[in-house]
């Protein structure tokens, strides 16, 4: 293949998406689209690694020369995914993934059909529960509203390519190694491969 495919991963919080992401990401032919946003950096965060911080202004720039494939607002703060850096890695050969969520995968659906779609499922809203307890970083209130919006992005799997549950992390990375792979050998990425073969009887 000489082009890269292009992979959006969507999934409630606390399903384990940067888990299962992270074992993916040890193949150095995918790319891990990082995130812009206008809002400061948090202690700890790095630019270029955790998000890349724009001002305001740069942001905006951005968006009126369709330099995002997807954006929104959020708290007076913008997020989006820089166009450049996914198209460039796409046709230097490499995969991408964008990791983000259903109303920024919905925007990818319009602009990138192309594109491959992969909903992560916790095994099921009790265990979801029992994860984002586990964390303990968040109070009984903040965990219910998480569930209450987890249910609500659960219902727009069925729009995605694919489902994958996080049950137990092995099966999870296997069945997601197992997504790429078909794609690579989907016949619709190689429109030339037939003829090729066929040429050189």
């Known amino acids: 293949m ?6 959006v991963v969507s999934g409630p919080s606390g399903c384990g998406k940067g888990t299962v992401l992270a074992e993916i990401l040890k193949d150095d032919r995918i790319f891990y689209s990082v995130s812009a946003t206008t809002r ?11 998000y890349h911080f724009l001002t305001k202004e740069r942001f905006e720039e951005l968006i009126g020369q ?5 954006y929104a607002e959020y708290c007076g703060n913008y ?11 796409l046709s230097a050969g490499k ?6 969520e259903v109303q920024g995968a919905m925007k990818i659906m319009e602009k990138c059909p192309e594109a491959v779609f992969i909903f992560i ?10 994860r984002l307890n586990k964390r303990g970083t968040e109070t009984e209130d903040v965990i219910e509203k998480r569930l209450g919006e987890a249910a609500g992005e659960i219902k727009n799997a069925c729009k995605y390519d694919y489902t994958l549950i996080n049950g137990e992390l092995s099966a999870a990375v296997d069945d997601l190694k197992a997504i790429i792979r078909a794609e690579e ?4 990425n190689y429109p030339n491969y037939i003829d090729e073969v066929l040429e050189n009887a």
């Not at 369709?66 to 997807?70: A, P």
């Open 95 to 100: 995969h991408v993934i964008l990791e983000i």
């Open 121 to 130: 499922l916790p095994p099921s809203l009790k265990e979801l529960r029992r």
């Open 185 to 188: 050998l989907n016949v619709k």
């Open 40 to 50: 400061s950096p948090r202690p700890g965060e790095a630019d270029g690694v955790n």
């Open 2 to 7: 000489n082009k890269g495919l292009l992979f």
């Open 66 to 70: 369709d330099g995002m494939l997807e």
């Open 79 to 89: 997020y989006g995914t820089p166009r450049k850096p996914v198209e460039d890695m």
